[in-house]
């Protein structure tokens, strides 16, 4: 099995800015949030030993994407790829099963991740960070495909860097980088990829554990909508939930794990077109494979 950082080092090496990030044409990427093998098992009063339903719907989704005529951009899986908080006993053979279903995957069809709070843990600390990137890579990047710019941030500093104010510093000093890259850049369109939402039906709810603090989500918000960025996609909730800041889209997509509400699991389509981005989110047996 292909180890999953150098598959993903080597799949988006390609996905670089080009012609200054002027409109190509359209395409499809794929996001798929929450893969977390072992939630099932503790929602049912396990102890998470138990992963098998999640490894089946993981293989289940790489089997779907790898039928999509034509193939998605890339793959986004936004967060949470498992369930066992670092330095537990859980945490090294369910990355080594994650991995393994995502070597399934089309080896043209890159993959792009995002760091969830379970990859990290709620504390992220200097340890859990080098754990997370030695197994899947850098936490935070940006790429750029057909002309569109693609941000990938590491949430888990906005809701708590108590352990990591250095690493969070960094972020943010290269987010508002991105974020300047985004407002004088040519490009279409600017996305946004995140585990933790910045909310998740109104901008003005109260803090919860699902969602990224009151005060730093208006500063995020106001920085994002002054940057032009369209949408942002997370995870998180295990839920499909959302809304509208100003012209910031807030999707929240739910699991192709464990459901902790009235959804199904499955994956988001995201279309982007020159004048707009759609996405719908399709249950793992009713994926469309054009």
């Known amino acids: ?27 499809f990427f794929v996001f798929l949030a929450d893969p977390q093998p ?122 708590n860097d108590s352990e990591t104010r250095e690493q969070s510093s960094n972020q943010d000093s290269w987010l508002r980088a991105q974020l300047e890259i985004a407002r004088l850049s040519s490009c279409q369109h600017v996305v946004v990829f995140m585990h933790i939402p910045l909310f998740l039906q109104d901008p003005d709810e109260e803090d919860s554990y699902f969602a990224i603090p009151g005060a730093k989500r208006m500063d995020l918000l106001t920085r994002y909508s002054d940057a032009g960025i369209k949408i942002v996609f997370s995870g998180h909730y295990h839920r499909n939930a959302g809304g509208f800041w100003r012209n910031v889209e807030v999707v929240v997509s739910s699991a192709i794990g464990a459901q902790l509400g009235n959804d199904v699991a499955g994956l988001r389509v995201v279309k982007v077109t020159a004048d707009d981005i759609t996405h719908t989110y399709y249950p793992l047996d009713g994926v469309p494979e054009r």
């Open 1 to 27: 099995t292909m180890a999953f950082k150098k598959a993903r080092d080597r799949q988006i090496e390609g996905m670089t800015q080009d012609d200054e990030g002027r409109w190509h044409d359209d395409h």
């Open 38 to 159: 072992g939630l099932i098992d503790k929602v049912n009063g396990g102890n998470g030993s138990t992963w098998d339903v999640e490894i089946k719907r993981t293989h289940d989704a790489v089997e779907a994407i790898n039928k999509m005529r034509p193939k998605p951009k890339f793959v986004c899986i936004g967060g949470d790829l498992i369930d066992a908080f670092p330095g537990e006993s859980l945490r090294d053979p369910q990355v080594s099963d994650l991995k393994s279903a995502f070597a399934d995957l089309d080896q043209t069809i890159p993959i792009v991740v995002v760091s969830g709070n379970h990859d990290v843990g709620n504390v992220p600390t200097m340890k859990t960070m080098s754990m997370y990137n030695n197994d899947f890579g850098e936490d935070y990047y940006s790429f750029w495909v057909e002309g569109v710019f693609y941000i990938v941030v590491n949430s888990q500093y906005m809701y």
